[in-house]
């Protein structure tokens, strides 16, 4: 079970810029067209995840 939220936390995003590259390295090894679909698919659900999320800018401390 997922906890939802208003906000989607940086931890998230992190985890998930973390992936992407996994993702991307699939291009190099066989798979079934629909496999391939599918990873496709995944990879470019979770970079509209990281785009619509757009990092936060931290507060400076003086």
Same mark, same amino acid.
């Given at each position: %079970?997922? #906890? @939802? *939220?208003? !906000?989607?936390?940086? $931890?998230?995003? !992190? #985890?998930?810029? $973390? #992936?992407? +590259?996994?993702?991307?390295?699939?291009? &190099?090894? *066989? %798979? &079934?067209?629909?496999?391939?679909?599918? &990873?496709? !698919? *995944?990879?470019n659900l979770i970079?509209? #995840?990281?785009?619509?999320? +757009?990092?936060?800018?931290? $507060? &400076? @401390? $003086?």
């Amino acid at each position: %079970m997922s #906890v @939802l *939220a208003q !906000t989607t936390e940086r $931890k998230a995003i !992190t #985890v998930l810029k $973390k #992936v992407l +590259p996994y993702f991307e390295r699939l291009d &190099t090894v *066989a %798979m &079934t067209a629909e496999d391939d679909f599918d &990873t496709r !698919t *995944a990879l470019n659900l979770i970079r509209r #995840v990281i785009e619509s999320n +757009p990092a936060r800018q931290r $507060k &400076t @401390l $003086k």
